[in-house]
């Protein structure tokens, strides 16, 4: 596509359900990365894949957090048995090998766990 | 210490004037250099990013690296109000891993 392609834009969901969010990144972008943005702080590394291998899981802040990216395309974030402190705003970003001309977002997810 | 630090601000600057923007980081084997523009409420994106030591101009935009003094600045000549945001500084230690992003710096243009 275009751009890197997020979904649900919203995510409303109960403390303790599970949720899964979407990422399409930009087509032919190889890399894929996972950030946290909670509210007025800085962005919070979370997974990095690099076709469809994470080398860099690093920043997974417990094990209800998990990710997986097929065909080399889209991933998806999941988060098991929310929490109300995993409520913030999850950023999808995609870059060409290397990232070193710099990386794509998208435009997030806003989960609010209740 | 942190990967990448920035001074949170706010910065305020009058239209027209020069905005400077500071960040350090910690990994002297740093290799890329990427400024980000964050509006409120939206995802950040991609202003410049530089990898040589020097300074390197887009527009109203100049990048500066001085990886001696692991310090890396964004200038912004002749503020608008439209440039009124948050800045974030990213790093990437080596090709092919994430980006460390400092905390942004929040810029005011006053009209």
């Known amino acids: 596509g275009a751009g890197v392609s997020q979904s649900p834009s919203n995510k409303v969901t109960e403390k303790g359900k599970d949720v899964e969010l979407r990422c399409d990144p930009i087509?032919?972008?190889?890399?894929l990365y996972w950030y946290r943005q909670s509210l007025g702080q800085g962005l919070e590394f979370l997974i990095y894949f690099q076709g469809n291998s994470a080398p860099d899981k690093s920043g997974l802040p417990s094990d209800r957090f998990s990710a997986e990216r097929t065909g080399g395309s889209v991933s998806t974030l999941t988060i098991q048995r929310t929490q109300q402190e995993d409520s913030a705003v999850y950023l999808c970003a995609s870059s060409l090998w290397g990232g070193l001309s710099g990386y794509t977002f998208g435009s997030g997810t806003r989960l609010t766990v209740v | 210490q942190k990967e990448v630090e920035q001074n949170s601000g706010p910065l305020s600057v009058p239209e027209g004037a020069i905005a400077s923007l500071n960040c350090t980081y910690s990994?002297?084997?740093?290799?890329?250099f990427f400024w980000y523009r964050q509006y409120s409420g939206k995802s950040p994106e991609l202003i410049m990013f530089?990898?040589?030591?020097g300074d390197k101009e887009d527009g109203r935009f100049t990048a500066q690296l001085n990886k001696a003094s692991q310090y890396v600045s964004l200038l912004i000549r002749d503020s608008q109000p439209s440039d009124s945001a948050t800045y974030l500084c990213?790093?990437?230690?080596?090709?092919?891993?994430?980006?460390?992003f400092g905390t942004g710096t929040s810029l005011t243009v006053i009209p």
């Open positions: 087509s032919g972008h190889t890399a």
């Open positions: 530089i990898y040589s030591n």
């Open positions: 990213a790093v990437n230690r080596a090709t092919g891993n994430q980006f460390y």
């Open positions: 990994d002297r084997g740093s290799q890329s």
